[in-house]
Structure formats: structure tokens, C-alpha cells
């Protein structure tokens, strides 16, 4: 706006809970602007305006902002919760992740435990289709259980000795039959 040169700015919000005048180049001014005046109060109120102060001279420029971002995180966790503040969150989060861990463990398990059973039942029915093939022209096309298509089950192999084809190296590699390899 036109009429912004002879409008002073309104002072950040710092100056103005202070009660006092915003100076160009308070250090204040961009990271406490009017529309925010709870971020400074809290701010004030845990850590002290001329600590904030003190401590954004200190630092660079460049990281005052993350600074101040975090003195506001920090400050408004500690009205939150007086006792913990941010180490309340940071020990939910930290129990979260080990319950999280110990459920992916458990499922990892589970799974081994899968595949090892298909593994198993697997090599069960080869041993069935090994005693069926003499006999295989009186079961017909019937889909017993020792005709099953092995290739279906990716994560494991035809067991070696059911196929000449395959050595014993080929256990559990299904890309070993890649005869690009
Ligand atoms: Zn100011």
C-alpha cells in the first residue's frame, strides 16, 4: 500500500508484550510476528526474553529461525506438561517404538514359521508324488495333493532331489535356475 510509508509497522510481538518500541533490526521482529502472540508469551515465560535474546546473538543468522522454532516447541510442551515437557513426548514415543519393534519381531517369527511349514509340506508331498509315479496313470487327472504346481510358491524351492535339473546349491535360491547366471 501507498499509504504504508507513513504507517509505522505494527511492533512484533515481542516488543509489544514487552511494551516497548520495535526498533528496525530487533532481533525479535522475524520470528515473532504480531499474528503469533502466544508463541513469544510462552517463550517468555519458560526461558526469559533476554535469554532468547542472548542466545540469538549468539548463534548465526541462518539458524536463528530452527532456534526459535525450537524454543517454542520446547516452551509450549513445558505449559503443556510442567513436570516433563518435551521428554513426556519424547518417552511416549520412545515405549511406542519398542512396542512396535517387538510386534515386528513377533511377525517376522510368525512368518518364519510359515514358510518354514510350507517348506515342510512341500517336501511331504514330493515324497507322496515319488511313491505315486509308478502308479500315476490310475489317478488320472485328479489335482492330488503330490501334483501340486511347486513353481506357484515363490519363496521356496522343489526340493533337489525330486529334480534332476536342480543341484543341491539350489535350495531356498529360486534365481539359481537362471541359467543366464
Ligand atoms: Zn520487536
Redesign the pocket.
Known amino acids: 500500500m501507498a499509504s504504508s510509508s507513513s504507517y509505522s509497522n505494527p ?2 510481538a ?2 509489544k508484550f514487552l511494551r516497548r518500541k ?1 526498533l528496525p533490526g ?1 532481533i ?2 522475524p520470528y515473532f510476528p504480531p499474528e503469533e502472540p502466544q508463541k513469544f508469551a510462552n517463550v517468555h515465560k519458560i526461558f526469559g526474553a533476554s535469554n532468547v535474546s542472548k542466545l540469538l546473538n549468539e548463534i548465526q543468522p541462518h539458524q536463528r529461525e530452527d532456534a526459535v522454532n525450537s524454543l517454542a516447541y520446547e516452551a509450549e510442551a513445558r505449559m503443556k506438561d510442567p513436570v516433563y515437557g518435551c521428554v513426556g513426548a519424547i518417552s511416549v514415543l520412545q515405549r511406542q517404538v519398542i512396542r512396535l519393534q517387538k510386534e515386528l519381531d513377533a511377525t517376522n517369527a510368525d512368518l518364519m514359521r510359515y514358510a518354514n511349514r510350507e517348506v515342510s509340506n512341500q517336501m511331504v508331498n514330493n515324497q507322496q508324488r515319488n511313491m505315486n509315479y509308478g502308479r500315476r496313470s490310475s489317478m488320472g487327472a485328479v489335482g492330488g495333493p503330490g501334483i501340486i504346481d511347486q513353481t506357484n510358491y515363490g519363496f521356496c524351492v522343489v526340493p533337489s532331489y525330486n529334480n534332476d535339473n536342480n543341484s543341491p546349491n539350489t535350495w531356498n535360491n529360486p534365481e539359481a535356475d537362471d541359467d543366464s547366471m
Open positions: 511492533p512484533c515481542a516488543c520495535c530487533c525479535f521482529a
